[in-house]
């Protein structure tokens, strides 16, 4: 029998999927009209140039990276804050900003050392997420993540009609709400 947490990992799998096509197909469409979209701004081959590189490597993982936020948010709908702001710190902050210097200035290559990082840092985000993503969480209890806390069990239990729920990010909102739908 499914739980609730089957369902609703199965939920974000499907919509980090549906994320990744429809965000692959606009990086598409950015790599077909590139040409028009940069002469808009400027008739100097020059930029042309460089933004049908930047492109062709954002495109790459653009759909990848489509994937991992999904993934990465999702640890936020599960009342889950840290999780999510410390693959951002890594993935980010500890990889990308000096992987960037890195290859721009000591390896030499410049621009295109900083969007390969990019590329790198959005993929390492998408594959961290998925790998926490995947892991069966528990609680100390041996519970699965689908156990409410004791002011979301009155929220989800409450019968005095509707119920108005005053939390900050990661408390569990959707959490109280899904519950009460359910």
């Not at 594959?127 to 995947?134: D, K, Y």
């Not at 528990?138 to 156990?147: F, I, L, P, Q, T």
């Not at 069990?153 to 959490?175: D, H, Q, W």
Request: proline fraction near 5%; charge should be negative; hydrophobic fraction near 55%.
């Amino acid at each position: 029998t499914r739980t609730t947490t089957d369902w609703a990992k199965r939920a974000v799998w499907i919509a980090a999927f549906h994320n990744m096509i429809l965000l692959g197909a606009i990086g598409l469409l950015f790599i077909i009209s590139a040409p028009e979209i940069v002469g808009v701004f400027t008739s100097d081959p020059g930029p042309t140039t460089m933004v049908l590189v930047v492109y062709a490597l954002w495109v790459r993982v653009f759909s990848i990276y489509a994937y991992g936020m999904v993934l990465t948010q999702s640890f936020n709908g599960a009342s889950d804050m840290w999780t999510p702001t410390i693959i951002n710190l890594f993935c980010f902050w500890l990889l990308e900003l000096p992987l960037a210097y890195a290859l721009a200035n000591p390896f030499g290559i410049e621009a295109r050392g900083v969007f390969l990082t990019l590329t790198i840092a959005f993929s390492s985000l998408a594959v961290v997420s998925a790998v926490l993503f995947g892991g069966e969480v528990e609680d100390e209890e041996g519970v699965g993540a689908n156990k409410p806390l004791a002011a979301q069990r009155r929220a989800i239990e409450s019968e005095m009609g509707p119920v108005l729920v005053i939390a900050g990010p990661g408390a569990g909102k959707t959490f109280c709400l899904i519950g009460r739908v359910m």
